[in-house]
């Protein structure tokens, strides 16, 4: 019996494969010509593809591609209480996303990985005068994974324009933690919703392609930042965070009494609901305080982590 010969392997340098496609209009309006390095330059591209397997009872990266500015160093394996789990900093040379900036991150995590995705610092949006920045990530999780997808917050600075476009596919069996943070920009400098236009779409879905959920934030706040601080975007507040969890492992109502408990007598505003399908459940918090945003979304993954797994989230040392 011959092998099933592998799926050709994509060119990475190609515009369609690290261009985002279905820009929102607000974006799209902004695109032109920079008087810069244009899109595909040297240096304009960033690339990860990650891919992870069970390899003597731990998680092991089996497959890397990655071209400056995005890079990792090696995974580490850290964790006490997991100590198959392998944590992986994600980086980038630049210090920031600059205008006409185009990045594209791949993980893939085989079956019973336990793989924790994380940045090195907050993504800085640098201010832009010709056309835009975008990132597109990719995550899949096949049956037994257990990923955590959970970068520092995004921070535009005043004129970014950026779009992030965010896909998961979760097989039937597999754990994915997705979290975010956007907060209002440089605020120490008085930059509050000075960006230009910020936009974010995630999809989480099966193989199949049946649809597990969707989010998308427009931000466009013109000259006074009026248009995003209304009820249904900041509410006034400086930060919005978000945690997704995707998993069969307990009832998604369970789930959602778990990061309602987390957060009770927080003092934060926040809303926990279930997923369709149920499939998990998920959290949005609001406040002023980047100290308690952070405490805030830890508790929630601590939470969550324990009751999925049985062990606390660890303290991760970061710069």
């Not at 390095?37 to 040297?42: E, N, T």
């Not at 920009?185 to 099966?206: K, P, S, V």
């Amino acid at each position: 019996m011959r092998p099933t010969p592998s799926p050709p392997r994509p060119d990475r340098l190609a515009p369609g494969y690290y261009t985002a496609d279905r820009l929102p209009p607000e974006v799209a309006a902004l695109a032109s010509v920079p008087d810069t390095l244009g899109p595909g330059s040297p240096a304009k591209v960033g690339i990860l593809d990650l891919a992870f397997a069970v390899r003597g009872g731990r998680t092991e990266l089996v497959e890397r591609y990655q071209k400056t500015p995005l890079q990792i160093m090696r995974p580490l394996w850290i964790d006490a209480a997991m100590p198959g789990m392998s944590y992986v900093y994600l980086m980038a040379t630049g210090g920031g996303i600059a205008q006409a900036d185009r990045y594209r991150m791949d993980f893939r995590c085989g079956p019973g990985t336990q793989v924790h995705l994380t940045t090195q610092a907050a993504t800085k949006i640098f201010r832009m005068e010709h056309d835009y920045a975008s990132q597109r990530v990719h995550l899949a999780a096949e049956d037994g994974a257990y990923v955590e997808y959970l970068p520092d917050p995004l921070i535009p600075f005043r004129d970014a324009r950026f779009y992030q476009r965010t896909e998961v596919t979760a097989a039937p069996g597999a754990t994915v933690l997705l979290g975010d943070t956007v907060t209002a920009g440089r605020l120490a400098r008085g930059e509050r919703h000075a960006y230009r236009a910020l936009a974010t779409d995630l999809r989480i879905a099966r193989p199949d392609g049946t649809l597990l959920a969707l989010d998308t934030l427009r931000l466009n706040p013109g000259g006074a930042g009026g248009g995003v601080l209304g009820p249904g975007v900041f509410a006034g507040h400086d930060h919005v965070a978000s945690l997704f969890v995707v998993t069969d492992r307990v009832p998604a109502a369970e789930l959602a009494d778990t990061l309602h408990t987390a957060l009770a007598g927080s003092g934060l505003l926040y809303g926990v609901s279930v997923l369709p399908r149920d499939c998990g459940a998920w959290l949005r918090l609001l406040d002023d305080s980047p100290v308690r945003v952070a405490a805030a979304h830890t508790a929630a993954w601590d939470a969550v982590r324990r009751q999925l797994t049985g062990h606390p989230a660890p303290a991760l040392r970061k710069p």
